[in-house]
């Protein structure tokens, strides 16, 4: 399933990455992780782990042993907690030679394009170097109204935010069966899944709730599974308490398949294209427009007028000088900023505004006419 990948997003949860009895790291199964993960990157695979825990590593080390906790409560048990879930990554990692770094995220960092943009140019940027980054979303500082709410959701938005093509939801059950397993001896596991129609939906129930930490459920990854179908990613639901589970999917181990609408690329560029009002206009020379014509990214040297009032991230039209569009796409400046560096060189931008942000309008957030 997992044959393939490009990019691979794994989500795991708390009950995996923390020993319920100590509340500590599991470090056996961090280890046994690490190892899959490592080889699949030796493989060509790009990595990014989706990793909840901090709140349950931290509340033991806060004395918080009761299980509600307030808000205040879980961001202290997060903020004591999130040190020692990172610390226990580069533990497993170190002896396979890979780096790992950390990305706390908020709701806005996939929702607001100008964070969304910082957030993937970092992202990139990390997987460029061969480092794994471990995401989580910012529970220090989160509140109820701007929370992904788990997890699942948070994966299936950084899939979509990074192209990914396969997202791994490790669960406490090997996939989605037609009714709870636990109680309905005649429940078979749905192998392989084209379209989440709402039969499928309602299989969800409750098939995956007890765990005992952790905010998920089978519903949630059923959610975060039409996030990322529509994203162009492919889903796949396995068992996560046991050893070595990437390696288990390449052994063929039991999953539930939930497959892609499309390609990451395609649904991006619809998206791009069909879903965003354009804010402004750029205006480019003929030189410009043939570069475009070959795939290039827009750069600030080729653009001859700037029109509109659009910020960073906002979708803006692209046109020849005599008015035709040639294409859309997300600039990487705002409209005052592009009005400065219009008709620069691309070493002279960050002498002009005080820092660069790379061409104005990249390659892959353009779409072209």
Same mark, same amino acid.
């Given at each position: 399933?997992?044959?393939?990948?490009?990019?691979?997003?794994?989500?795991?949860?708390?009950?995996?990455?923390?020993?319920?009895?100590?509340?500590?790291?599991?470090?056996?199964?961090?280890?046994?992780?690490?190892?899959?993960?490592?080889?699949?990157?030796?493989?060509?695979?790009?990595?990014?782990?989706?990793?909840?825990?901090?709140?349950?590593?931290?509340?033991?080390?806060?004395?918080?042993?009761?299980?509600?906790?307030?808000?205040?409560?879980?961001?202290?048990?997060?903020?004591?907690?999130?040190?020692?879930?990172?610390?226990?990554?580069?533990?497993?990692?170190? #002896?396979?030679?890979?780096?790992?770094?950390?990305?706390?995220?908020?709701?806005?960092?996939?929702?607001?394009?100008?964070?969304?943009?910082?957030?993937?140019?970092?992202?990139?940027?990390?997987?460029?170097?061969?480092?794994?980054?471990?995401?989580?979303?910012?529970?220090?500082?989160?509140?109820?109204?701007?929370?992904?709410?788990?997890?699942?959701?948070?994966?299936?938005?950084?899939?979509?935010?990074?192209?990914?093509?396969?997202?791994?939801?490790?669960?406490?059950?090997?996939?989605?069966?037609?009714?709870?397993?636990?109680?309905? #001896?005649?429940?078979?596991?749905?192998?392989?899944?084209?379209?989440?129609?709402?039969?499928?939906?309602?299989?969800?129930?409750?098939?995956?709730?007890?765990?005992?930490?952790?905010?998920?459920?089978? =519903?949630?990854?059923?959610?975060? =599974?039409?996030?990322?179908?529509?994203?162009?990613?492919?889903? !796949?639901?396995?068992?996560?308490?046991?050893?070595?589970?990437?390696?288990?999917?390449?052994?063929? =181990?039991?999953?539930?398949?939930?497959?892609?609408?499309?390609?990451?690329?395609?649904?991006?560029?619809?998206? !791009?294209?069909?879903?965003?009002?354009?804010?402004?206009?750029?205006?480019?020379?003929?030189?410009?427009?043939?570069?475009?014509?070959?795939?290039?990214?827009?750069?600030?040297?080729?653009?001859?007028?700037?029109?509109?009032?659009?910020?960073?991230?906002?979708?803006?039209? !692209?046109?020849?000088?005599?008015?035709?569009?040639?294409?859309?796409?997300?600039?990487?400046?705002?409209?005052?900023?592009?009005?400065?560096?219009?008709?620069?060189?691309?070493?002279?931008?960050?002498?002009? !505004?005080?820092?660069?942000?790379?061409?104005?309008?990249?390659?892959?957030?353009?779409?072209?006419?």
């Amino acid at each position: 399933m997992l044959g393939g990948a490009r990019r691979i997003v794994v989500k795991i949860g708390s009950a995996l990455v923390a020993d319920a009895a100590s509340g500590r790291p599991d470090h056996h199964w961090l280890a046994a992780f690490a190892a899959d993960a490592a080889a699949l990157t030796a493989n060509g695979a790009q990595l990014l782990l989706v990793s909840s825990g901090a709140v349950a590593l931290g509340r033991r080390r806060l004395g918080l042993t009761r299980k509600a906790l307030t808000l205040p409560e879980k961001q202290a048990a997060a903020a004591a907690g999130q040190s020692t879930l990172m610390r226990a990554w580069e533990e497993a990692f170190e #002896p396979h030679g890979r780096g790992v770094a950390q990305l706390l995220l908020t709701r806005d960092d996939t929702e607001v394009r100008r964070r969304w943009l910082n957030a993937r140019a970092t992202t990139e940027t990390l997987l460029g170097l061969g480092v794994i980054p471990v995401i989580n979303e910012n529970d220090t500082v989160v509140t109820e109204e701007i929370r992904y709410g788990d997890n699942d959701r948070l994966a299936a938005r950084v899939a979509q935010m990074i192209g990914a093509d396969r997202l791994v939801l490790l669960s406490d059950i090997d996939g989605l069966y037609t009714a709870d397993p636990r109680n309905d #001896p005649s429940a078979s596991r749905l192998e392989r899944i084209e379209t989440l129609t709402p039969e499928i939906l309602a299989m969800a129930g409750g098939a995956n709730a007890g765990a005992g930490v952790g905010t998920g459920g089978m =519903a949630t990854k059923l959610t975060a =599974a039409r996030i990322a179908q529509a994203a162009g990613c492919a889903t !796949i639901i396995t068992l996560g308490r046991r050893p070595h589970p990437l390696g288990a999917l390449g052994e063929g =181990a039991a999953a539930t398949l939930i497959e892609a609408a499309t390609t990451p690329a395609a649904a991006y560029k619809a998206w !791009i294209a069909g879903s965003l009002a354009p804010s402004g206009t750029l205006t480019i020379d003929a030189g410009a427009a043939r570069a475009l014509a070959g795939g290039k990214s827009l750069l600030a040297a080729g653009v001859t007028g700037v029109e509109g009032r659009f910020g960073k991230g906002d979708a803006v039209r !692209i046109v020849s000088e005599d008015g035709a569009e040639i294409g859309r796409g997300l600039s990487r400046y705002d409209a005052a900023d592009a009005e400065q560096i219009a008709g620069l060189r691309s070493d002279a931008i960050e002498a002009a !505004i005080g820092f660069t942000a790379g061409p104005m309008v990249h390659a892959d957030d353009l779409v072209r006419g």
